[in-house]
C-alpha cells in the first residue's frame, strides 16, 4: 500500500501515517458551536478534512469520522435569551443549517455526529476521573483543571507553563488555585439550561466536551484529531490534558490543523465586517466553486479568500466541464481515483495545489487526444474529480443552471436564443446581434457549431 504522510501538529514534522489498527482508523474533527451560520472559515477544515476521509477511506476498510455538534455554550444561551426561544429551537435551527450548507460543498456526511447536550453523562465520569486522580478540584461550584499537576501541558502548543502562568494578564476568579487552569464545570443560573451532578446544578466547559465525547463513541485514543489552527490553544491543549490525565493514555496519535482564512487579505472578523458566510457565499457561486477555492491553498497554508479567487475557481471548473461537454459521445474508461497523479499528490500531506495541477495537466490531454486516447483520459479526470469531491455534475448543466435565483431561467434564454435563430433565417442580423449582445450582458455565452446553438453561463 502507498504511504500517507500527514503534518503532526504535535512534533512539527511531516510523518507516514500509521493507525493504531488498519482495520478501523479513526477521525475526529471539531465541529461548530450551532447559534449562528457557519462563514467561510468555518468552512475551511470541514472542507480539508473532508478530503482526509476520502483518501482515508480508499486506503482502508473501516473508517470512523467524527464531527461533534457543540449545543450547550454561553453565546448559544446568550441567543435563545434574545430571541425569547429555548436553546433547542435555536441549535436544531442552525445544525440544520450547518449541515445545509455543508452539504452544497460536496462534502461527505461523517459517520458520527455526537451532540454535547447528549453525552453529559461521560462528562460527568470524566470530571470523577480527573478529581480521583487530583487532577482537578472544586471551587465555589465550579470544577477546574489543575495545570499545574500535568508536567507535559503546553506540550501540543509549544508554550512553557511557568512562562504562561507569570504571562497571565486577565484577571483571575479568586476560586482558582492558578491562572491557567481551566473550567471542567461551571455552574447555571436559575433559568439557564443545566444538569445534576456531584458539584450542583451547572453545565460543562467548553474543551471538557471533546475529551469525553471522543471516549464514548471512538474509544481511549483514536488517530487523528483535527481542527482549525486556532484552536491548538487553549482547546486542544486542554483537550490533551484532560483526555491523558484522566484515561491515561496518549489519546491521539496524529495532531492536523487547517490554517487561517483571510479576507481580501485582511483577518475575517466582525469588527471589520468583512465576515461572509457560507449561505450568503451560496447566491453567488455554486458550491462546488467554493470548496474548489477552499482547495487551491494547502490545507496548512493561509489562504486569501476574495472575489478574484472565487472567479478564478469558476474559470478552472468551466474548463474542466467544458473538456467534458466536448466529449460527452464518449464512454469514459473505468478507472481508480487511487491510480491517479491526484491520488499521489494527496498521499503528500493533502497538496491540493499539486492535485489541481494534475487535474489541469489532464483536462489538457483530454482536449487533445484523439478518439482512441480520449476515453482514457476522460476517465482519469473524472477519477481525479471523484477523489477531491468535484465533477460530479452534468457538464450541460454546470453551463446552464444558475448558482443563485437572479436573472434569466433557463426557458428564458432558449426562447431568445430561438429569436436570434429566427432573425438570422429572416437575415436580420442587427437583430440577432441585439439578442446576443442581450444575453452577453446577462452572463450568458453563446457558442455555434455544427450541431447548433449551445450556452453557457459565465
Not at 451560520?37 to 468552512?43: K, S
Not at 450547518?98 to 470530571?127: C, F, G, K
Amino acid at each position: 500500500m502507498a504511504e500517507l504522510y500527514l503534518t503532526n501538529t504535535f512534533t512539527g514534522q511531516k510523518e507516514v501515517f500509521e493507525p493504531r489498527d488498519a482495520e478501523r482508523v479513526t477521525l475526529y474533527v471539531c465541529g461548530p458551536t450551532v447559534y449562528n451560520l457557519a462563514h467561510i472559515g468555518n468552512a475551511r477544515p470541514v472542507v480539508a478534512f473532508d478530503m482526509l476521509y476520502r483518501v482515508l477511506r480508499a486506503m482502508y476498510p473501516k473508517v470512523i469520522y467524527a464531527r461533534n455538534i457543540t449545543d450547550i455554550d454561553d453565546k448559544i444561551i446568550a441567543a435563545a435569551r434574545e430571541r425569547d426561544e429555548g436553546i433547542e429551537v435555536v441549535t436544531q435551527e442552525f445544525t440544520d443549517k450547518y449541515r445545509e450548507d455543508m452539504a452544497q460543498l460536496n462534502t461527505l456526511s461523517p459517520d458520527l455526529e455526537p451532540r454535547a447536550t447528549e453525552n453529559i453523562v461521560p462528562m460527568l465520569d470524566l470530571i470523577t476521573q480527573l478529581v480521583e486522580r487530583g487532577h482537578a478540584y472544586a471551587a465555589d461550584g465550579h470544577v477546574l483543571f489543575d495545570v499545574t499537576s500535568m508536567p507535559s501541558y503546553g506540550a501540543l502548543s509549544g508554550r512553557n507553563l511557568d512562562d504562561m502562568l507569570a504571562g497571565a494578564r486577565v484577571e483571575v476568579a479568586d476560586y482558582k488555585r492558578s491562572p491557567g487552569d481551566f473550567v471542567l464545570w461551571k455552574p447555571s443560573s436559575q433559568g439557564e439550561p443545566g444538569w445534576e451532578s456531584p458539584w450542583g446544578w451547572g453545565r460543562p466547559g467548553w474543551h471538557l466536551e471533546c475529551s469525553a465525547m471522543i471516549r464514548a463513541h471512538l474509544g481511549d485514543a483514536i488517530d487523528i484529531h483535527g481542527g482549525g489552527r486556532d484552536l491548538i490553544f487553549p482547546h486542544h491543549e486542554n483537550e490533551r490534558a484532560q483526555s491523558c490525565c484522566g484515561y491515561g493514555s496518549d489519546f491521539v496519535r496524529y495532531w492536523l490543523h487547517n490554517a487561517y482564512v483571510d479576507m481580501d487579505g485582511e483577518k475575517m472578523s466582525k469588527s471589520l465586517g468583512n465576515v461572509r458566510t457560507v449561505r450568503e457565499l451560496l447566491t453567488l457561486y455554486p458550491g462546488e466553486v467554493l470548496r474548489f477555492a477552499l482547495l487551491s491553498t494547502h490545507y496548512r497554508s493561509p489562504l486569501n479568500f476574495s472575489g478574484e479567487l472565487l472567479d478564478n475557481a469558476k474559470i478552472a471548473l468551466n474548463s474542466f466541464y467544458q473538456a467534458l461537454r466536448n466529449t460527452a459521445d464518449i464512454e469514459a474508461e473505468d478507472i481508480r481515483p487511487e491510480d491517479t497523479a491526484v491520488f499521489t499528490a494527496l498521499l503528500d500531506d493533502l497538496n491540493t495545489p499539486k492535485a489541481i495541477a494534475a487535474l489541469h495537466s489532464t483536462c489538457k490531454a483530454l482536449n487533445k487526444a484523439d478518439a482512441e486516447v480520449a476515453a482514457t483520459r476522460k476517465g482519469e479526470l473524472l477519477a481525479m474529480g471523484r477523489i477531491m469531491g468535484l465533477l460530479d455534475n452534468d457538464p450541460e448543466q454546470w453551463f446552464t443552471e444558475s448558482a443563485s435565483n437572479t436573472g434569466l431561467t433557463s426557458d428564458e434564454i432558449e426562447q431568445r436564443i430561438a429569436a436570434r435563430i429566427e432573425a438570422r433565417l429572416r437575415k436580420d442580423f442587427a437583430a440577432a446581434d441585439a439578442v446576443r449582445d442581450e444575453l452577453q450582458a446577462a452572463g450568458i455565452e453563446l457558442e455555434d457549431g455544427a450541431g447548433g446553438t449551445t450556452w453557457r453561463r459565465t
